[in-house]
Every structure is written in C-alpha cells, then in structure tokens.
C-alpha cells in the first residue's frame, strides 16, 4: 500500500473500513436479464461454525479428517443471468469480484500466482494470461484478483469481466481434473491423526473463526506450523492480504490476541513472508516511522503532503467479540487534516456495500451527475452491524440504526460526504450534525409476494395468490410489519423468518428442502435489482400497508455541508420527498423504527386551483398488533404546501392513531420485545460460560 501514498487519494488508500469502487456504471456491475429461476439452488455452507472446548472440537474436527469424496461436476449453466460484482478489499491492487454463483463449490480455496500453477484451472489460467495480472485467488463465492501497481483496474476490468462471464456461463468445471483440484486447495487446516491437540484446536480456529472474516476481505490464512518449544504460530496471508501492510496489524491484534486467548500454549504469530512482500512490508514500516516524525504543520516534500497527520492505531481492538472482520475492526489509519480543501472537490458517496445499496447509490450518482455534470463524484462501500449479523431476528436486534451507524460515523469524520440509504432503513430521528438533503424520486412502494417455482409449476397447485393457499402454507418474511397484518387476514398462514441478500433468499425459497412456499419483499428492491420477473403479485393496501418511505432513496449529509446540500436538492423528487417525510412524522410520534408493525399508504394528487397548483395529501396509517387480533386504521386528507407541512400532517395521523388505540399496542409490543431480548441475552451468556476456555 505504500506506494498508493504519493498522491492525493491518501484518505482513499489508507482507510480500510471504507471500501471504494470507482464509478464506472457500465463496467462496475454487468447485467442481463434475469432468468425466471433463482439463480442457483445451493445455498452457500457457513463455516462459522461456534467453538466449544474439548468434546465439540473433536466432533467438527472429524468432519476434516476424513475428505468426503468430491466428484468433478459440470457447474450449472448461467447463460442468462451474470451479475459480476466487485468489491475492493483493503488492498488496493486486490479486487473481489463476486460471479453471484459458487466459486469454490466444496468450499476451501486456491489461489494462483503463475503459470504453471494456473495450469489446474482453465480459469486461472486465462486470467494469468491478462497482462498485469499477478495472482488469483479462488475464495467460496468469489475470486480476488491482484494486479501489479502499475496497470489501473479500467484497464483489466473490462477484460477479466468478459473471461469470468464467458467462463461462469459455459459451465465448465473450475479444475481440469479432481487431482487438479486437490493440489491447490489448502491442505493447511486439515485436522491430521499425528497432530497434537494443540495443533488441533489452533487449525479448528483458524478454520472457523479466521478464516471466514479474512475472506471477506478478500484474503486467505494458511497454517505453516506451531513450534512447540516457543509456542509461535506461523500463517501465510494470502489473497488481498498477501502484502498488504494492514494484514500485519490483523494479525498482531486480531488473530494472535485470539489464538492466545483460547489457547494458552500459543504465545505468539509469525507471518511468513515471500521475498517482494519482505520488501514491502520494511518500505511501509519507514514510511511510518517517518510520518511519525513529521511536525504539524510541516512540508513533506517526498510524498508532497501540506498538511499534518496523524497516525493512528486502534487502541482497543477486540472489546467485544473475539474476531471479526480483520479489516474493518483492526486496521492502522493514517488521516491527512481534512481541511486541505482544493477548487474541484470531489463528492463521496458512501452506502452499504450489498449489491442492492451498491446499485441504488450508482442510481444517486447518476442523477446527481446529470443535475451536476461538472461535479465529480466517487463511491465508498462498507458493511453495517445489519449486514453482519445475518442470524439473529431483525426483531431482537432491534437497533434503529442498524443499517446507517457506521456510516453516519464516516460522514461526521469527513471520510465521506454522502450517506445512501433506503429511506425505509433511516431512523426517523438522525445524529446530531446529520439530516437528509435528497430524496431520489420512489418505486412503487408496495410489497409483493414471490411464490416459488415448484409450487407455480406442480400442476395440482399452481397457486398464484394468498387465497388459495392451503391452510399452513409457510410464508418468508421478517418484518414484524407483513407478518401481523397479514396473520389478521389470514389466520391459515405461517411465517418464518429469512434473512440474507435477495439470492440468497431465492436459494432457500427455491431449494427441494425449502420450508417456504413463497416469501414476501419489498417492490422496490426486487424492481432495482432485475427480479422484478420473479414477482408473482403485489399485495398493495388494504391487504398490507407498507413501510414508511419504503421504495425511496434518501441522502444524508453533514448539516454544515452546504454544496452538499444544493446538489441534493436538485436531484430530489419534491412528491417523493414530502410523502416520506409525512410517513416518517407519523413514525416519529409512534415512535417505531422499522422493526414495529407500522404500515403506511400515501398519494399526493395535485389540482389547478384558479392558475396556482393545489397540493392534496392523503395519508393512511396503521398498527396491528403482533398477533393480528387488534388493528387500528386512519386517514388524513390535507392540503400541503411544503416539506414541513407535510411532515405535520403525519403527526396528526399519528396522534389520530394513539387516539384510536395504537398507543396500547405498541405499548405491548416494546414489553414484548424488553422479554424476548432479555431471554436472547440469557441464552448468550449461558453459552459464553460453555464455551469459556479451561482455568
Ligand atoms: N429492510 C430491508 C430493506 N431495506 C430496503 C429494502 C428495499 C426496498 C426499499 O428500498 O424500500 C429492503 C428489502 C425488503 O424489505 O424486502
């Protein structure tokens, strides 16, 4: 990363919890039509699996000892469905690119670095053959690819994006032969007979708790040994870590604080160093010296800085849980003053960084572009507390601001200078020094209903609607919201939670085993990420009142950031903008985040009225209870003539609803909730003093 540090993209470089694609819509995602099936069936194994002393080690490690026979099959054929995405890593000569199929099916990973070894893989072998290319690495669902620092990735993109689609749709195996195959994958983590119970339990953890958060970030570990005698672990990083000086502090705070936790033999690791990363890594250790040294306030002349900085190491780096992703919790920062503004200042959008966010802040860029051609503007991608816990219910992690805390911190530091969010996943009250300027004009707001494919196809089916599903149907859903309106109106239904992104959620629906016959979905989500095909109806109002600013997209920005600001305001859709914030007032007063069944339907129709235009709101709001025994339903009509008026409008709706009974269903809802958290917690703490390492 050393040499990223020459030019004025310091912020860029050296950042690791904020992922940055450039902005290049026609070569950052590649999309045809979807086809009318999910994607694949096979849902991806998870490898977190938790760790237990002693009995339970020795189960999971069997599973290892002995390789299941793995026939090389033909990979299932994609012909009409590439979805290639890219996500950076904390390296910037490393990308992710992400086919949306398995990668390494049998799950392991491989990786490339000339060649000869490419020889194994027709795959690998044609992208080695890029010019510029250094290495690739096979990870379960995606490939890193690592180019020298000399060729820019406009360069590669286009290229390894026509190689990986061409090869993704033949359905070509991966390796040319099951021996193939077998020389690359890691051999490391296997439990071995000859291996002491130390070496056991150091490869067991490497396997389930390192390994999964490094290949987030794009990047591998492999064990190379234990040395009894001075309990030193060796790994190798590899992937995007291989060389990358942020994995060095991964592996000092992260990992080896871990091992030795649970281990009290280990006492230290070692990375194990190929010869140019040896290089590197000593050139990153005297830039950091020196940039130590360097005064406030003082010229840099070699890296041309004017500004001062400051380097910085987390000081705490593993409060709470014992590993997590190495890049975006233990990373060294390096932070030029953000004063140092220049003429053209670029502008920073940054989202989540799931396919669907990705798309809908590309969507931001490209109508903030078109009100502001001679701007410049730039993405940034990262994942939020929502995006990694993906087991545990929405309704008990309950935080409203799941989705946008990180972000909001990124915004206030200045990393960033817009935050994109689905406005429905915005809590209605914003961090002080926060609001939001734009609202990019709504989808079709409603929900709608998915039935799988098995149950379209079976003949003695072919159910199309609610109504004529058979009593104990199994519905996918987790909002509190469909499942309390739609439990009143039909009480023969069942509903179970699904979490996980859209293919993920199609997988399970479409699975031979799945529970589900259909699952419900936000509209606007389906619509902007091309399954707009895969809807079988909408359940719009009275059936099910959707979620407040569902289907919109809102910016946010840093209250004091006035060119922000006026960029927003040319982009927004002024009937969108006021309908949300009408819905979030009512929200606001009923004070429920996304996780209480509030339901909302709103229109504003407009009218001449004597030369000028008259503006109507008519809003309606609702609460269930969670059971669906109780409903309340009201209606405002109003006339608005601003943002604020509008947002008045929904208080009164809301108060109309207190009014009505709301109050006390929602009053047993929190109660409800209060419980339910209480027992989680109970059941962690049980399970923490389980798993709790020997005296
Ligand atoms: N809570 C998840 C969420 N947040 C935003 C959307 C996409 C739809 C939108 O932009 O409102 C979804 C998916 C869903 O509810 O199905």
Same mark, same amino acid.
């Given at each position: 990363?050393?040499?990223?540090?020459?030019?004025?993209?310091?912020?860029?470089?050296?950042?690791?919890?904020?992922?940055?694609?450039?902005?290049?819509?026609?070569?950052?995602?590649?999309?045809?039509?979807?086809?009318?099936?999910?994607?694949?069936?096979?849902?991806?194994?998870?490898?977190?699996?938790?760790?237990?002393?002693?009995?339970?080690?020795?189960?999971?490690?069997?599973?290892?000892?002995?390789?299941?026979?793995?026939?090389?099959?033909?990979?299932?054929?994609?012909?009409?469905?590439?979805?290639?995405?890219?996500?950076?890593?904390?390296?910037?000569?490393?990308?992710?690119?992400?086919?949306?199929?398995?990668?390494?099916?049998?799950?392991?990973?491989? =990786?490339? !670095? %000339? $060649? &000869?070894?490419?020889? /194994?893989?027709?795959?690998?072998?044609?992208? +080695?053959?890029?010019? @510029?290319?250094?290495?690739?690495?096979?990870?379960?669902?995606?490939?890193?690819?690592?180019?020298?620092?000399?060729?820019?990735?406009?360069?590669?993109?286009?290229?390894?994006?026509?190689?990986?689609?061409?090869?993704?749709?033949?359905?070509?195996?991966?390796?040319?032969?099951?021996?193939?195959?077998?020389?690359?994958?890691?051999?490391?983590?296997?439990?071995?007979?000859?291996?002491?119970?130390?070496?056991?339990?150091?490869? =067991?953890? !490497? %396997? $389930? &708790?390192?390994?999964? /958060?490094?290949?987030?970030?794009?990047?591998? +570990?492999?064990?190379? @040994?234990?040395?009894?005698?001075?309990?030193?672990?060796?790994?190798?990083?590899?992937?995007?870590?291989?060389?990358?000086?942020?994995?060095?502090?991964?592996?000092?705070?992260?990992?080896?604080?871990?091992?030795?936790?649970?281990?009290?033999?280990?006492?230290?690791?070692?990375?194990?160093?190929?010869?140019?990363?040896?290089?590197?890594?000593?050139?990153?250790?005297?830039?950091?010296?020196?940039?130590?040294?360097?005064?406030?306030?003082?010229? %840099?002349?070699?890296?041309?800085?004017?500004?001062?900085?400051?380097?910085?190491?987390?000081?705490?780096?593993?409060?709470?849980?014992?590993?997590?992703?190495?890049?975006?919790?233990?990373?060294?920062?390096?932070?030029?003053?953000?004063?140092?503004?220049?003429?053209?200042?670029?502008?920073?959008?940054?989202?989540?960084?799931?396919?669907?966010?990705?798309?809908?802040?590309?969507?931001?860029?490209?109508?903030?572009?078109?009100?502001?051609?001679?701007?410049?503007?730039?993405?940034?991608?990262?994942?939020?507390?929502?995006?990694?816990?993906?087991?545990?219910?929405?309704?008990?992690?309950?935080?409203?601001?799941?989705?946008?805390?990180?972000?909001?911190?990124?915004?206030?530091?200045?990393?960033?200078?817009?935050?994109?969010?689905?406005?429905?996943?915005?809590?209605?009250?914003?961090?002080?020094?926060?609001?939001?300027?734009?609202?990019?004009?709504?989808?079709?707001?409603?929900?709608?209903?998915?039935?799988?494919?098995?149950?379209?196809?079976?003949?003695?089916?072919?159910?199309?609607?609610?109504?004529?599903?058979?009593?104990?149907?199994?519905?996918?859903?987790?909002?509190?919201?469909?499942?309390?309106?739609?439990?009143?109106?039909?009480?023969?239904?069942?509903?179970?939670?699904?979490?996980?992104?859209?293919?993920?959620?199609?997988?399970?629906?479409?699975?031979?085993?799945?529970?589900?016959?259909?699952?419900?979905?936000?509209?606007?989500?389906?619509?902007?990420?091309?399954?707009?095909?895969?809807?079988?109806?909408?359940?719009?109002?009275?059936?099910?009142?959707?979620?407040?600013?569902?289907?919109?997209?809102?910016?946010?920005?840093?209250?004091?950031?006035?060119?922000?600001?006026?960029?927003?305001?040319?982009?927004?859709?002024?009937?969108?903008?006021?309908?949300?914030?009408?819905?979030?007032?009512?929200?606001?007063?009923?004070?429920?985040?996304?996780?209480?069944?509030?339901?909302?339907?709103?229109?504003?129709?407009?009218?001449?009225?004597?030369?000028?235009?008259?503006?109507?709101?008519?809003?309606?709001?609702?609460?269930?209870?969670?059971?669906?025994?109780?409903?309340?339903?009201?209606?405002?009509?109003?006339?608005?003539?601003?943002?604020?008026?509008?947002?008045?409008?929904?208080?009164?709706?809301?108060?109309?609803?207190?009014?009505?009974?709301?109050?006390?269903?929602?009053?047993?809802?929190?109660?409800?909730?209060?419980?339910?958290?209480?027992?989680?917690?109970?059941?962690?703490?049980?399970?923490?003093?389980?798993?709790?390492?020997?005296?």
């Amino acid at each position: 990363m050393a040499t990223s540090f020459t030019n004025t993209s310091l912020r860029i470089a050296t950042r690791a919890t904020v992922k940055r694609t450039a902005i290049n819509p026609s070569t950052s995602f590649i999309s045809r039509p979807r086809p009318s099936r999910a994607l694949s069936s096979k849902s991806f194994p998870t490898r977190r699996a938790s760790l237990h002393h002693g009995a339970t080690l020795a189960t999971s490690s069997s599973r290892m000892t002995q390789p299941q026979p793995r026939p090389l099959r033909e990979r299932p054929v994609q012909a009409r469905s590439m979805f290639i995405q890219t996500e950076s890593t904390p390296n910037e000569d490393s990308l992710k690119f992400i086919p949306g199929v398995p990668v390494m099916e049998e799950g392991g990973s491989a =990786e490339f !670095l %000339d $060649t &000869r070894s490419s020889l /194994a893989s027709p795959l690998a072998l044609r992208l +080695i053959g890029i010019e @510029g290319v250094k290495a690739i690495f096979y990870g379960p669902d995606f490939i890193t690819i690592s180019k020298d620092s000399s060729t820019a990735w406009s360069v590669l993109k286009p290229e390894i994006y026509s190689i990986l689609m061409e090869f993704f749709s033949s359905g070509q195996p991966l390796f040319k032969s099951e021996e193939d195959r077998d020389s690359v994958g890691p051999q490391d983590t296997r439990i071995l007979d000859t291996d002491s119970e130390v070496v056991a339990m150091i490869k =067991e953890l !490497l %396997d $389930t &708790r390192v390994r999964p /958060a490094i290949m987030e970030d794009g990047g591998d +570990i492999e064990y190379r @040994g234990f040395n009894e005698d001075d309990g030193v672990v060796q790994v190798k990083l590899k992937g995007s870590c291989r060389g990358c000086s942020s994995s060095t502090v991964t592996l000092k705070s992260g990992i080896e604080r871990m091992l030795m936790h649970y281990i009290p033999e280990v006492k230290g690791v070692e990375q194990i160093l190929d010869q140019e990363e040896a290089i590197a890594l000593d050139e990153f250790n005297k830039l950091e010296q020196r940039l130590s040294k360097t005064e406030s306030g003082k010229q %840099d002349s070699v890296l041309n800085w004017s500004r001062s900085f400051q380097l910085r190491f987390p000081s705490q780096t593993l409060s709470k849980s014992p590993f997590d992703s190495p890049c975006t919790t233990m990373t060294s920062e390096v932070q030029a003053d953000a004063s140092s503004t220049t003429a053209a200042r670029t502008i920073t959008l940054a989202s989540r960084s799931s396919q669907l966010a990705q798309i809908q802040t590309n969507l931001v860029v490209s109508a903030l572009s078109k009100a502001s051609p001679e701007t410049k503007f730039q993405t940034s991608f990262m994942s939020t507390a929502g995006d990694k816990n993906q087991s545990q219910a929405l309704y008990l992690i309950g935080g409203k601001s799941l989705w946008t805390k990180e972000l909001e911190h990124s915004l206030l530091d200045g990393d960033v200078d817009m935050l994109v969010h689905s406005f429905k996943d915005v809590p209605t009250v914003l961090p002080e020094g926060c609001e939001i300027a734009g609202v990019m004009e709504r989808e079709d707001p409603v929900d709608s209903l998915v039935v799988s494919q098995a149950v379209i196809d079976d003949t003695s089916k072919g159910w199309k609607s609610l109504d004529e599903f058979a009593d104990g149907s199994v519905i996918g859903t987790s909002s509190v919201r469909r499942v309390a309106q739609l439990k009143r109106q039909y009480p023969k239904l069942k509903f179970l939670d699904v979490r996980g992104n859209l293919n993920t959620r199609f997988a399970k629906l479409d699975s031979p085993t799945s529970p589900y016959t259909a699952l419900i979905l936000a509209k606007a989500g389906l619509v902007r990420l091309g399954f707009g095909n895969r809807i079988t109806a909408d359940l719009n109002p009275p059936t099910l009142y959707h979620a407040v600013s569902q289907g919109a997209l809102a910016i946010e920005i840093r209250s004091n950031d006035e060119k922000a600001r006026e960029l927003c305001r040319v982009a927004t859709h002024e009937p969108t903008e006021w309908r949300c914030f009408a819905e979030r007032g009512m929200l606001r007063v009923l004070e429920g985040g996304c996780s209480v069944p509030v339901g909302v339907s709103s229109e504003i129709v407009e009218s001449s009225e004597g030369g000028s235009t008259k503006k109507t709101l008519k809003i309606t709001g609702t609460v269930t209870s969670l059971d669906g025994s109780q409903h309340v339903e009201h209606t405002e009509i109003t006339s608005v003539s601003s943002r604020q008026e509008a947002e008045d409008v929904g208080k009164k709706l809301a108060k109309a609803l207190i009014a009505k009974g709301a109050g006390v269903i929602l009053e047993e809802i929190g109660k409800d909730r209060e419980r339910r958290i209480a027992e989680s917690q109970e059941e962690e703490k049980a399970k923490a003093s389980e798993s709790a390492p020997a005296p």
